[in-house]
């Protein structure tokens, strides 16, 4: 059977280089991969290559509907999966699959948004039990955030490491909650309506290299960027389905040169905003092939700059490339014989 399937084997396909902007324009962003099961992060045998063959996909496990992402800076990967009601981590280092949020004090229900710290705990916000789980980098369950009351369905989580807090995303409470390592309210910004500083079901989040907030205010349609202690900066973004406009914006995140990253689950692309909040590029669209999306949602930025966006129903997570000015020089070093660093 194995010199059977062996010789069925058919030669690899050369896929096209995606990228956007297409040619002659110099490319911004190129989609590298997508993740979608355990298959592609586990070491491959001939073994379990011919047990799959023969008893079929179903003992793969894969993603169902992806929403909040997040990486580390060895590549693992981490999705809260509403579907499964999990958080699955695929890990390329130790070429497997774990599951996170199984069984115990630390079981999830519907878990959405992700934060990693920089010791490699992962914070999962759990719109059902309106909580935070904190896990630990071995997957185990630390600790809880959030009495009774003080959340009512978290979204959007992220994590300022120098100031020890975690800015949590309070969607029916229309704010911004913000914690202290030990699980501590310190403050919370913002109230429902559509002045500045105010939002309309928030749902995502994202923090800069500075520690400015980025807030996805959804139902009014726009971006807002506060300060690390959430004094209201500025704010672009409407209601439209112009280049620029939102529809059902999801997802967010910023790059290391500032640019702003927006999901439209409507749209089924990413918008790339200047710190003006000027459009400059978009890339994807509605598909189930290489780059496309059908209904994204959460979106991650990591220290390379790899995009990650949660391809819900798709069952998959599209990994792209920002092209800027950190690629172009660890490119260089490598041409130069240098070590790249972890993915570059």
């Given amino acids: 059977m194995v010199l059977v399937a062996a010789g069925c084997a058919t030669a690899p396909t050369v896929e096209e280089d995606l990228v956007w902007p297409v040619p002659p324009d110099s490319p911004r962003i190129r989609f590298v991969r997508s993740i979608s099961s355990e298959a592609d992060v586990e070491k491959k045998t001939t073994g379990k290559e011919l047990s799959r063959a023969l008893l079929g996909p179903e003992l793969v496990r894969k993603l169902s509907k992806p929403y909040g992402v997040a990486a580390d800076a060895d590549g693992r990967v981490y999705v809260a999966d509403t579907g499964w009601g999990r958080v699955l981590k695929f890990d390329p280092v130790a070429n497997k699959l774990d599951v996170l949020g199984e069984e115990g004090k ?84 913002g109230q429902r309506g559509e002045k500045e500083g105010e939002f309309n079901y928030p749902t995502n989040l994202a923090l800069d290299r500075d520690g400015r907030l980025y807030v996805m205010d959804s139902m009014n349609f726009r971006v807002q960027i506060f300060d ?13 389905d112009s280049f620029g406009q939102f529809a059902r914006p999801k997802g967010i995140g910023v790059d290391s040169e500032g640019h702003v990253y927006v999901v439209d689950s409507a749209f089924n692309n990413v918008q790339i905003f200047d710190e003006a909040g000027r459009l400059l590029l978009f890339f994807g669209r509605f598909g189930n092939k290489r780059g496309e999306f ?16 949660a391809d819900q129903y798709n069952h998959r997570v599209n990994v792209f490339q920002f092209m800027g000015k950190g690629y172009e020089e660890r490119k260089k070093k490598e041409e130069r014989g240098g070590t790249p660093k972890s993915g570059g």
């Fill in 106 to 189: 630390g079981a999830l229900r519907k878990p959405v948004g992700l934060a990693l710290d920089k010791t490699g705990n992962l914070y999962v916000a759990d719109t059902d039990q309106d909580r935070i789980v904190v896990f630990g980098p071995d997957g185990k369950f630390l600790s809880a955030m959030g009495r009774k009351g003080e959340l009512e369905q978290p979204v959007g989580i992220g994590v300022n490491d120098a100031l020890g807090r975690i800015y949590v995303v309070d969607t029916k409470k229309h704010r911004v909650t913000v914690f202290g390592l030990q699980g501590e309210i310190l403050f919370a910004f």
């Fill in 228 to 240: 690390s202690d959430g004094k209201f900066l500025r704010v672009f973004g409407k209601l439209g």
């Fill in 294 to 309: 059908w209904l994204p949602a959460g979106l991650f930025i990591d220290r390379m700059d790899r995009i990650y966006v």
